[in-house]
């Protein structure tokens, strides 16, 4: 699926969770639930990108934030959400907000370790940013079948290029100065 004409989906991210850490570095503030789960429903356009492998993902991913969405019209706080399933002892219970909090977290430490991969690797290939954030962050809790089943999506990935020009940073509108090795691929 490919972006609206001149929307930069990275960018928003970026501007989202920069607002999330100020609120976090503040300490004095709490985080609340309904922009946090807004911030991470923007991730959703990247799935898109990454091809039909990465359907499944998407699904989960989507069903986990949009029931944090639906909680924050009840309850204020992450802090909040997770207290309450504290006390209602259910925080390991399938379906349950503390849960799926925890497996979006996963999801933006992926979006994280995945871009700091592709700003580090060499060449164009993104199988092996993406392979290498995986380990990292899923593979330890994810079974035998969803870890075949990810390692063999990872064949149907577009490239480093193909990635970018989809989010419209192909750098067509950045100075060759900055030097990024992503810029010049
Ligand atoms: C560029 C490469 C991107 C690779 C993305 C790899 C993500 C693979 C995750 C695929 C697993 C989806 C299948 C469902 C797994 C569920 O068993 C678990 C547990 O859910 P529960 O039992 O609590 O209902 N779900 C998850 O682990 C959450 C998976 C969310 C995936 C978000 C990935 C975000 C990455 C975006 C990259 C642009």
Not at 32 to 61: M, N, Q, R, T, W
Not at 84 to 103: K, P, Q
Request: aromatic letters at 6%.
């Amino acid at each position: 699926m490919a972006n609206t004409e001149g929307e930069k989906p990275l960018r928003k991210i970026a501007e989202a969770f920069k607002d999330l850490a100020a609120v976090v570095n503040s300490e004095t503030l709490e985080l609340e639930v309904g922009p946090f789960s807004h911030a991470c429903s923007l991730i959703s356009p990247l799935f898109g990108c990454l091809g039909i492998a990465f359907k499944f993902a998407e699904l989960d991913y989507v069903a986990k934030v949009g029931d944090l969405a639906e909680a924050s019209k009840s309850i204020a706080t992450l802090q909040a959400l997770v207290d309450r399933d504290v006390e209602s002892n259910c925080v390991r219970n399938a379906g349950s907000h503390t849960r799926n909090l925890l497996r979006v977290k996963r999801g933006i430490d992926m979006v994280r370790v995945l871009f700091e991969q592709i700003i580090a690797s060499e060449g164009n290939s993104l199988k092996d940013p993406a392979s290498t954030a995986y380990a990292q962050v899923f593979a330890p809790h994810h079974g035998w079948a969803i870890r075949k089943a990810v390692a063999a999506g990872m064949y149907a990935l577009p490239t480093k290029a193909q990635l970018l020009k989809k989010l419209n940073e192909d750098g067509k509108c950045m100075k060759p100065q900055h030097g990024l090795r992503w810029k010049t691929i």
